[in-house]
């Protein structure tokens, strides 16, 4: 068997011959002799400028220190760096609210009553389940003001829907009450559209009752709009006060006075069809906008549900802002009060049957027994 001889078992008195260490060449010494003399002898400094070609212009350093923009920031005043803070934080939060799935829900819900205002009913529940979680937000809210009136402005077709959905709204939440008032009085202000604002605030005036907050407004854009002339600003006027004159004259009169002054003194430079809406509304003013002057009727409440009265003089319009023909005014007094006699008759309904004609005595006699006896 074979002797294992260890490491640590070997006679120490035995030397290995181990290699010597390598010694640098003359030539290698010479050389690294030449480059520390180089060094050594050298113009260049290494704190010296950073070097371009004259063909490369050197660039300037706009880059500020941290320390200069901490400076920067000490000296501008808080309430400035409040102000950036508050709009930075609107800002994302309107662009948040704006991506929502509930802000796109309110938007798709919009467009669709915009191109068939009858799913309103609907549509009204959800629209409102949707917003009910930020009546309390008034950002959220300002955006779904603006939603409206923005809405209303761009199709004419949305204003009687936006008034609608306004009305229930503001009934909830009066954010949104403050926040449309706002919008609305700004518009007016600054949109180069005004005339589509100002038919869209005559809608939340008829719609939402409040006289003296949109009564202002219509007032103040009335006068504007008749200030500045032309026959767009003279339709747009008249076409709002058939809508709105009747209770902006009990309202206040004396401005609406004023108006028809102004109205009467720009009579001369409008034509076509301004001047003959402009001259059916004075019309309807010296008619008392269609409401007759006449006492209240002393008939029970019963009787003046069942009845229609049509007034005196009464002018009507269609959604267009014309006036009934001739023959559409005849057709609607021929049948609005066609079911009168079964409004006020009590009897049996089937006492008024009248068999035809050509029916014998023995027929009628017959038929009268069988509708008898099928009571």
Same mark, same amino acid.
């Given at each position: 068997?074979?002797?294992?001889? $260890?490491?640590?078992?070997?006679? &120490? ?10 010694k640098? &060449?003359?030539?290698? $010494? ?15 400094? !290494? ?7 004259? +063909? =490369? ?7 500020s220190? *941290? ?17 950036i803070?508050?709009e ?16 796109l ?12 205002p ?30 409206? !009136? ?15 959905? &306004?009305?229930h ?27 589509n ?5 005559? /809608?939340?005036? *008829?719609?939402?009752? =409040?006289?003296?907050?949109?009564g ?30 009747? +209770? ?7 401005? *609406? ?7 009467? =003194?720009?009579?001369?430079? !409008? ?26 009727? +002393?008939?029970?409440?019963? /009787? ?6 049509e ?15 001739s ?19 009590? &009897? ?5 049957f009248?068999?035809?004609? /050509?029916?014998? /005595? ?14």
């Amino acid at each position: 068997m074979d002797q294992k001889v $260890k490491l640590w078992d070997r006679d &120490s008195s035995q030397s290995m011959n181990l290699r010597q260490p390598n010694k640098p &060449s003359e030539s290698k $010494k010479n050389t690294v002799k030449v480059e520390d003399s180089v060094i050594v002898n050298s113009k260049l400094s !290494v704190d010296a400028a950073e070097f371009y070609p004259n +063909s =490369h212009p050197a660039p300037s350093n706009n880059v500020s220190s *941290i320390q200069s923009r901490l400076n920067k920031h000490k000296k501008q005043p808080e309430s400035a760096i409040d102000h950036i803070g508050v709009e930075s934080a609107a800002h994302q939060h309107q662009n948040n609210d704006e991506d929502s799935p509930d802000m796109l829900r309110l938007k798709h819900i919009v467009k669709t009553l915009t191109n068939d205002p009858g799913q309103f009913d609907h549509l009204f529940d959800i629209f409102m389940e949707t917003l009910m979680p930020y009546l309390q937000d008034a950002i959220f809210l300002t955006d779904c003001a603006r939603l409206l !009136v923005n809405q209303a402005i761009n199709y004419p077709n949305f204003r009687y829907t936006g008034a609608r959905l &306004s009305y229930h709204i503001e009934g909830t939440s009066p954010e949104f009450r403050a926040a449309l008032h706002l919008l609305c009085k700004k518009e007016l202000d600054s949109n180069a559209n005004k005339q589509n604002i100002l038919l869209f605030v005559a /809608e939340l005036y *008829i719609q939402l009752h =409040h006289l003296n907050i949109y009564g202002i407004l219509l007032i103040e854009a009335f006068k504007m709009l008749v200030s500045k002339g032309g026959n767009d600003n003279i339709k747009c006027v008249c076409q709002a006060l058939k809508l709105t004159g009747f +209770s902006l004259d009990k309202y206040d009169k004396k401005a *609406i006075d004023e108006i028809f002054g102004q109205l009467q =003194h720009v009579k001369s430079t !409008v034509d076509g069809s301004a001047l003959m809406l402009l001259n059916s509304v004075f019309n309807l003013r010296n008619a008392n906008w269609g409401h007759s002057n006449q006492s209240e009727s +002393s008939n029970s409440p019963v /009787e003046e549900e069942a009845y229609y009265v049509e007034p005196q003089n009464a002018h009507f319009y269609n959604l267009d802002g014309q006036e009934f023909t001739s023959e559409e005014s005849e057709f609607l007094a021929a049948h609005l009060n066609c079911n009168d006699e079964y409004l006020t008759d009590t &009897s049996d309904p089937d006492e008024l049957f009248n068999p035809e004609p /050509e029916m014998d /005595e023995e027929i009628q006699a017959a038929f009268k027994e069988f509708v008898r006896l099928s009571k």
